[in-house]
């Protein structure tokens, strides 16, 4: 519903809050949470001993109890036997009827190994405007973000919805715990008519960018069997198939390894015109930078040429990666060995629209029968999580990203779809049907969140919150 006031929101205040704050404040905390090696429950499984998770809940929702924010009321709310969550409620101002949901997690990534000297996971660096560390952009500034906003809105008494703010600890797990979170705290949710969530990317440092689909992701461990124990290589090969080579021969029904092109059409879906349209005008605007950003080694190249192709490549088309192995020595401690078997971890990305559950049915049949040489093959620990494709922009929402973008950036705002998976996107959007996505975040050029030197753009951050306000006293005005 409609504000029954006129909004009262200046853009050059919000920043003059915005960005103190941020450099006295939230860079500080941030600091702190980064030395907090408070890994996701899947790379953690001790997490509740370890008591990680536990500091990070702590320090982000005491920081966040202390925000000049009227009616904020607070709670960590914790399932038994499932990881917390951060729930924050913020009362109506100006009249409005209605809610939005602001989302983000904090939980982290592993370590991972590459980091450059003088960088580390858990060592949080500034050089210029760059915050290095794990978990800054992925996503520990959300919360300070959102609430840093809320305060903006409260400092200049602007009319704003009820605001529910839902800080997760399991996102880089799959999400798992938080469909009983859904449900939990379902009357205290409402039914949102905006969702702002803050975990994801940006094409580059100088624009808003809202994400207009987000990849789902199927992963499990392909195993592979051949002997009970290892054996001389000069004795058995010949006789004794490798079973890097079995693993090999398995993976080829799924990909034409010469092209990276996945074999299996059940896992593709057609790109919708629109989405075609936007990956062309996203060419335009980052053009080479869309693959000049990765650290390729000298005279690599990428799989496509065109750059709109890679976009779509990115965004909307399957793609298979191998992310760990299992069964290999090292190379010094490999001996003249016929290893008994082979294991490698499978990330398979798959395109929005496309049902998670129906594509893991597919491809670990697809893995599984007819194993070489009578070997023992088993697509195990495995599962799948939907993608996401965002509803029609309302032109409220669409003219509001594209003032915020000028306003705070200097630039026109952007949209593009993103290779990532955020679960809780794809639960909303079947909950909340009529509910509008502003889908957005920090992760730009080089900022590489799970790998090695992983950093927070400071400035993109900064302008990003009064973004958020800027969107949130839109929404309380939208006819």
Same mark, same amino acid.
């Given at each position: 519903m409609k504000a029954q006031t006129k909004a009262r929101f200046d853009a050059d205040k919000a920043r003059s809050h915005a960005d103190p704050v941020w450099t006295k404040e939230i860079v500080p905390t941030l600091t702190e949470y980064i030395r907090i090696p408070n890994k996701s429950p899947h790379f953690d499984p001790k997490w509740r001993e370890n008591g990680h998770m536990k500091r990070a809940v702590d320090l982000i929702a005491g920081w966040c109890k202390k925000r000049a924010v009227p009616g904020l009321a607070q709670e960590i709310v914790q399932i038994e036997g499932r990881t917390p969550v951060i729930f924050m409620e913020v009362p109506a101002r100006g009249g409005v009827e209605d809610t939005v949901l602001l989302y983000g997690h904090l939980d982290k990534q592993p370590e991972?190994?590459?980091?450059?000297?003088?960088?580390?996971?858990?060592?949080?660096?500034?050089?210029?405007?760059?915050?290095?560390?794990?978990?800054?952009?992925?996503?520990?500034?959300?919360?300070?973000?959102?609430?840093?906003?809320?305060?903006?809105?409260?400092?200049?008494d602007t009319p704003h919805a009820r605001a529910v703010v839902l800080i997760e600890a399991c996102e880089e797990s799959g999400s798992p715990d938080l469909p009983a979170y859904v449900d939990h705290l379902a009357k205290r949710l409402g039914k949102p008519s905006l969702v702002v969530c803050l975990d994801s990317g940006c094409g580059d440092y100088e624009r808003l960018w809202n994400t207009t689909s987000l990849r789902g992701l199927l992963g499990g461990n392909l195993v592979v069997e051949i002997l009970r124990e290892g054996v001389h290589s000069g004795d058995a090969s010949g006789i004794v198939a490798d079973s890097f080579r079995i693993l090999r021969t398995i993976l080829s029904r799924l990909e034409d390894e010469k092209t990276g092109k996945i074999l299996c059409e059940a896992v593709h879906v057609a790109v919708p015109e629109q989405r075609a349209e936007q990956a062309r005008q996203t060419a335009k605007i980052l053009a080479k930078n869309v693959y000049a950003k990765f650290p390729f080694v000298e005279g690599a190249k990428p799989m496509?040429?065109?750059?709109?192709?890679?976009? /779509?490549?990115?965004?909307?088309?399957?793609? /298979?990666?191998?992310t760990g192995q299992e069964g290999m020595p090292d190379l010094v401690n490999a001996g003249n060995v016929l290893r008994p078997k082979t294991a490698v971890k499978v990330?398979?990305?798959?395109?929005?629209?496309?049902?998670?559950?129906?594509?893991?049915?597919?491809?670990?049949?697809?893995?599984?029968?007819?194993? &070489?040489?009578?070997?023992?093959?088993?697509?195990?620990?495995?599962? +799948?999580?939907?993608?996401?494709? +965002? &509803?029609?922009?309302?032109?409220?929402?669409?003219?509001?990203?594209?003032? +915020?973008?000028?306003?705070?950036?200097?630039?026109? +705002?952007?949209?593009?779809?993103?290779?990532?998976?955020? &679960?809780?996107?794809?639960? /909303?959007?079947?909950?909340?049907?009529?509910?509008?996505?502003?889908?957005?975040?920090?992760?730009?050029?080089?900022?590489?969140?799970?790998?090695?030197?992983?950093?927070?753009?400071?400035?993109?951050?900064?302008?990003?919150t009064s973004c958020v306000a800027q969107v949130l006293a839109d929404h309380a005005l939208r006819s």
């Open positions: 991972m190994t590459g980091w450059r000297k003088g960088l580390g996971p858990w060592e949080p660096v500034m050089e210029g405007d760059r915050l290095y560390g794990r978990g800054g952009a992925d996503d520990g500034y959300a919360a300070f973000a959102s609430l840093t906003a809320l305060e903006i809105l409260a400092q200049q496509e040429s065109d750059v709109t192709q890679m976009i /779509l490549n990115r965004t909307w088309r399957p793609v /298979l990666t191998i990330s398979l990305r798959l395109p929005p629209r496309l049902d998670g559950e129906k594509a893991l049915k597919t491809v670990k049949a697809l893995l599984e029968k007819d194993p &070489p040489y009578g070997s023992r093959v088993r697509f195990a620990d495995a599962d +799948a999580t939907m993608g996401w494709d +965002a &509803p029609p922009i309302a032109p409220w929402l669409e003219e509001s990203v594209a003032r +915020a973008s000028e306003m705070h950036f200097g630039h026109p +705002a952007a949209s593009m779809g993103e290779g990532g998976t955020i &679960p809780f996107m794809g639960m /909303l959007g079947k909950k909340f049907p009529e509910a509008q996505f502003l889908i957005t975040g920090v992760l730009g050029p080089e900022s590489n969140a799970h790998g090695p030197n992983e950093f927070l753009h400071v400035p993109t951050g900064r302008r990003l």
